[in-house]
C-alpha cells in the first residue's frame, strides 16, 4: 500500500538526505521562557553529573559504578555483589518510573534531564554559537571554501570540544574507579598507570564522535528509549505538540499578508514562517505531528510563541498537549494504565524499603573447601575444611568478630588468626576454619551447620553450611 501524501515523511528521517548522505541540522539558537527554565535546570544537573563522583557522605562516594571491582554507591550508600538483589529492585524502579513518565508526560525525560541533550544543547551547541554564531552565519560558513576565517573557526571549536570532551572522560572514569583512584592516577603521572590511560583515550574519543560529529543521532538512531516511544505513547500523552486544529484551521495554513481577513478566508493561525523547523535539534517538522525524533525538548513553543506574539495572536500553538486534548479539549487525567503503573511504583518502592531496612552490615558466607570429603579423627570427631568471606558494608572497621557453631556440639577453628579478628570498613576479612564435631552428634552424611557471626558476644549476622559426615547405615 502506498504511503498517503500526508505521511510521507515519516517514510525518511531529516538528518538523511535522499540520496542517504547525512543532512547536517544547523538549528537556531532558541530564546524564551522554556529554554531559560532550561538552562537553570541544565546548570544544577552538569553541576550534579560533574560533581557527583567527587563528593562524599560518610566517606563514600555519593555515585560510583565500580563494574570492574563490582563496588556500587547509590547516593552515598555502598552496594556490594551480595547486594546484587537490591540493585536489581532500584533498577527495576527506574524503568518502571521512566516508564510511567513516558506514559504521562512522553520524552520529557529526553528534553530536560538526559545527559545527551544537556551537554549536547546547553555545552557544546552554545560554544558552536558563541564561535560560529547563529543558524544563518554557520550555514554560511559550512558553504564557504576554506579559508583563514573558517580554518580559525573550526580549529578552536574542535580543540575546545576535545578538552571538554577529554574533562567529561575523566569525570566519568571517576564514576567508574572512584575519584580518589582518578586523583592519585593523576598525581602519579598518567604514564605510571597506562591501563587507565588507554580507556581514558577511548572514552575522549567516543565523547568527541558523539558530541562533534554524531550529535542528534544518538536520540533519533541509536537510544532504545527513543525507540520505545512508539509502544508507550498513547493519544493521552502529553508531548509538545502542534495544535493542528488551531495551526491549520479549516483551509489550512498559509503565509501572512498585510491586511487580510485570515479568518473570513478559513485559514488557521500558522503562518508557516517555518520558525519552528529552524530552530528544531532534530530538523523536523512538529507540523507534521508526534514523531520519533522530537526529543521534546520545547524549542519549537518558544520560538512559535514569539511568532504568535508578534502577529497578536495567543501564544501555545505549539504547547505542551495531548493529541485529545488538542483534538477534544480534555484535559489530563490518570488513565487506568498509569493507575496500573503507579500501583506497580508503589508496590516495588515498598519492597524496596523493606529490603535497605533488614540489609545487614556484615554479611557472611561459609563454603566448604571444594574436592574435600571429611577427616575422621580420635575420639570419633569429624572435621570439615571451609573457607570464610565477611564483608564489612560499613565506613567503620568493625571489631572484636568472632565466629560461633550454633546448632551443633563441637568446635570451630580458624586457620592462621586470632579467634577474635577486625574487618576493615568496606573491606572483607576471608581465610579458612575448621569445624569439628562429635560422630555421634550428626545425622548422616549430610548435615547443615548454622554458624553466628559475633561482635563482643553480640550476635550479628548468621549463615548455614553443609558438613560432611560418613554415611549412617542404622
Ligand atoms: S513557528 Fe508557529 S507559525 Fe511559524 S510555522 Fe511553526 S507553527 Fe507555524
Ligand atoms: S519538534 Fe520541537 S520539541 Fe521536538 S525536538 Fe524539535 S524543537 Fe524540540
Not at 85 to 107: E, K, Q, S, W, Y
Not at 238 to 244: L, P, R
Request: with cysteine.
Amino acid at each position: 500500500m502506498e504511503t498517503p501524501d500526508s505521511e510521507k515523511f515519516r517514510d525518511s528521517i531529516g538528518t538523511i538526505t535522499e540520496e542517504g548522505k547525512r543532512a547536517w541540522v544547523f538549528p537556531k539558537k532558541p530564546n524564551g521562557r522554556y529554554y531559560d527554565k532550561r538552562k537553570f535546570i541544565s546548570y544544577i544537573l552538569l553541576a550534579f553529573l560533574l560533581l557527583s563522583p567527587f563528593i562524599k557522605i560518610n566517606g563514600n562516594q555519593f555515585l560510583m559504578f565500580n563494574v570492574l571491582e563490582r563496588r556500587f554507591n547509590i547516593f552515598g550508600f555502598p552496594f556490594w555483589p551480595q547486594d546484587f538483589h537490591l540493585f536489581v529492585v532500584t533498577m527495576i524502579i527506574g524503568v518502571v518510573f521512566i516508564t510511567l513518565f513516558t506514559v504521562a508526560f512522553g520524552r520529557i525525560f529526553c528534553g530536560w534531564i538526559c545527559p545527551q541533550t544537556i551537554f549536547m544543547e546547553m555545552v557544546f551547541r552554545r560554544i558552536e554559537y558563541w564561535i560560529e554564531g547563529d543558524r544563518n552565519k554557520q550555514r554560511k560558513l559550512d558553504r564557504q571554501a576554506w579559508n583563514i576565517e573558517k580554518i580559525r573557526k573550526r580549529i578552536l571549536k574542535w580543540v575546545i570540544f576535545l578538552i571538554i570532551s577529554f574533562l567529561i572522560a575523566n569525570v566519568f572514569l571517576a564514576y567508574l574507579v572512584g575519584s580518589d583512584k582518578l586523583l592519585k592516577y593523576i598525581s602519579d603521572g598518567p604514564l605510571e598507570h597506562l591501563s587507565t590511560l588507554f580507556p581514558l583515550i577511548i572514552f575522549t574519543v567516543v565523547f568527541y564522535f558523539v558530541f562533534a560529529w554524531f550529535r542528534e543521532q544518538v536520540c533519533i538512531i541509536a537510544c532504545p528509549y527513543g525507540r520505545l516511544q512508539g509502544v508507550l505513547l498513547d493519544t493521552k500523552s502529553i508531548v509538545v505538540a502542534y495544535d493542528h486544529k488551531r495551526g491549520e484551521g479549516e483551509n489550512g495554513r498559509k503565509k501572512i499578508r498585510k491586511n487580510e481577513d485570515r479568518q473570513a478566508l478559513g485559514h488557521g493561525d500558522c503562518i508557516d514562517c517555518l520558525q519552528c523547523v529552524h530552530v528544531c535539534p532534530t530538523g523536523i517538522d512538529i507540523r507534521n505531528g508526534t514523531q520519533l525524533e522530537c526529543v521534546n525538548c520545547t524549542a519549537c513553543i518558544d520560538e512559535c510563541d514569539h511568532i504568535m506574539e508578534s502577529i497578536n495572536l495567543p501564544k501555545g500553538l505549539i504547547r505542551y498537549a495531548s493529541e485529545e486534548n488538542i483534538e477534544k479539549k480534555v484535559p489530563f487525567r490518570l488513565t487506568a494504565r498509569m493507575k496500573g503503573y503507579i500501583a506497580v511504583l508503589s508496590i516495588l518502592i515498598g519492597l524496596l524499603t523493606g529490603m535497605l531496612f533488614i540489609r545487614n552490615d556484615v554479611e557472611a558466607t561459609i563454603l566448604r573447601l571444594p574436592g574435600q570429603l571429611y577427616e575422621h579423627k580420635d575420639n570419633n570427631i569429624i572435621s570439615n575444611v571451609f573457607t570464610y568471606k565477611l564483608v564489612n558494608k560499613t565506613t567503620h572497621d568493625i571489631e572484636h568478630i568472632s565466629l560461633k557453631l550454633m546448632t551443633h556440639k563441637g568446635e570451630l577453628k580458624l586457620v592462621g588468626t586470632n579467634d577474635c579478628f577486625t574487618v576493615p570498613k568496606q573491606d572483607i576479612a576471608e581465610g579458612t576454619l575448621f569445624v569439628e564435631i562429635n560422630n555421634s552428634d550428626l545425622s548422616g552424611d549430610r548435615n547443615t551447620i548454622e554458624i553466628g557471626v559475633y561482635q563482643n558476644d553480640q550476635l550479628i549476622e548468621t549463615t548455614t553450611a553443609n558438613f560432611l559426615g560418613p554415611r549412617s547405615y542404622k
